[in-house]
C-alpha cells in the first residue's frame, strides 16, 4: 500500500509544550498535506508542502519534508488544550488522481 | 459560503435498505470526492470525480455508486445496505487533483 503512516498513533502532553508527530510514504510524492479532524467532525487543511520544498511555516506549525527518507513531520510548538485532535498527513503520488491518508496521531494537550 | 454541506447528518439502515448520500459544494470546485473512516482509522477513498460529468474508482467502491450530478452536487448511493457499510462517510472537495480539499461534516451510518 502507498498509504502514508504516522508515528506515534497517540501522543500526550502538557499545555506549552511542543508535539511531533512523523509521517512515512513508500513512493514518490508530489506534494504532502496535513490535516486536522477534531473529534466527530471533518478535517481541516493545515498545511502543503510540495517535493521540492524541505521546510514550511504556518503560525505554530512547522512541516519538514525530507524526499530521501521520504518521511515528513509536523511540529505543534507551544501546543494548547484546542489542538487536542487527530491529525493526518496525506500524500500525493505521482500517478495517482487522489491524495493517500494515513491513519493519523492522536493528540492530547493536557490543560 | 457555506462550503461542503452533506446530508443526512445520521441514519440508521436496516441491511438491504438503500439510501442516498447528499453532498454539496459552493466553492466552485472541479473535484469531488467520497470517503469513509471506520473507528481509529484513516480515511479511504470509496470515489471521486475529477471533473462534472466524470467518476472513478478510489479504494473501495464495491457496494457503492456514485453520481456528480453538476459540478456542485456529488451524491453516494448504497443499493443494498450491509452492516459492514456502517461507517461515517465524508464528501471533500478541490480546485483541482490532489490539491487541497475541504472537506462537509461527516454522515454518521449505522447499517443494523
Known amino acids: 500500500s502507498q498509504q502514508g503512516e504516522e508515528d506515534p498513533q497517540a501522543l500526550s502532553i502538557q499545555e506549552g509544550e511542543n508535539a511531533t508527530m512523523n509521517c512515512s510514504y513508500k513512493t514518490s510524492i508530489n506534494n504532502l498535506q496535513w490535516y486536522r479532524q477534531n473529534s466527530g467532525r471533518g478535517l481541516v487543511h493545515l498545511i502543503l508542502?510540495?517535493?521540492?520544498?524541505r521546510e514550511k511555516h504556518s503560525g505554530r506549525l512547522r512541516v519538514t519534508l525530507d524526499t530521501s527518507k521520504k518521511s515528513s513531520s509536523l511540529l505543534i510548538t507551544a501546543s494548547r488544550a484546542a489542538d487536542t485532535a487527530s491529525y493526518f498527513c496525506a500524500t500525493d503520488h505521482t500517478g495517482r488522481r487522489a491524495l493517500t491518508f494515513g491513519s493519523g496521531t492522536r493528540l492530547q494537550v493536557q490543560p | 459560503n457555506a462550503g461542503v454541506t452533506q446530508t443526512p447528518k445520521f441514519q440508521v439502515l436496516k441491511t438491504g435498505q438503500s439510501m442516498t448520500l447528499q453532498c454539496a459544494q459552493d466553492?466552485?470546485?472541479?473535484?469531488m470526492y467520497w470517503y469513509r473512516q471506520d473507528p481509529g482509522m484513516g480515511l479511504r477513498l470509496i470515489y471521486y470525480s475529477a471533473s462534472e460529468g466524470t467518476t472513478d474508482k478510489g479504494e473501495v467502491p464495491n457496494g457503492y455508486n456514485v453520481s456528480r450530478l453538476n459540478k456542485r452536487e456529488f451524491s453516494l448511493r448504497l443499493e443494498s445496505a450491509a452492516p459492514s457499510q456502517t461507517s461515517v462517510y465524508f464528501c471533500?472537495?478541490?480546485?483541482?487533483?490532489?490539491?487541497?480539499?475541504?472537506f462537509g461534516p461527516g454522515t454518521r451510518l449505522l447499517v443494523l
Open positions: 508542502i510540495r517535493s521540492n520544498e
Open positions: 471533500a472537495s478541490s480546485e483541482a487533483d490532489r490539491e487541497t480539499q475541504y
Open positions: 466553492m466552485n470546485h472541479n473535484s
